[in-house]
């Protein structure tokens, strides 16, 4: 437990909170816009939003959010030297790598989170009545989990490639 612990000490210095709020916004406004650029094609309503909104989430802003937020992370271990005080420190990188991802599902969580009240906000600003609904929530809760394979191969390439922009090209492919 100390590791992550430290772990999360070190995620709340870095930039990860940044990434997990400015993509679901980025995601949110243009499916917004593609939406009411689109409504007389779309069916309206919640649904609609929804779908439109995850469709630029899932295809472009989800899969670099969390490269960034891996990259980040890592990114202290790589700038400084305190790469050499973890491989000094007893524990293996394996476990690192696991110490960091573990970490990093929060705010993967938490971008979902903000994805989903971002949504929310605008489908009430464009006048639509209620909530999202369920099934906006459901897939939003899934993607956390669905994402943490994404989450543990990012860090892993993070933990091997020195650069910050390299595990995010990757991603990028």
Known sequence: MGLIAAEFLKLRRSRVGVFAVLLPLLATVAGAVNYWVNRDALNGGWDSLASQVTLFYGLMFFNLGVALMAASAWRPEHRDASWNIVLTSGYRPWAVVLA???????????AQVVLLALTWGLGLTMGMPGWPGAAFALSCALAVIVAVPLVLAQSLLSMLMKSFAAPVAVCLL
Not at 100 to 110: E, G, I, R, T
């Open 100 to 110: 960091k991802s573990v970490v990093l599902v929060v705010p993967v969580a938490v």
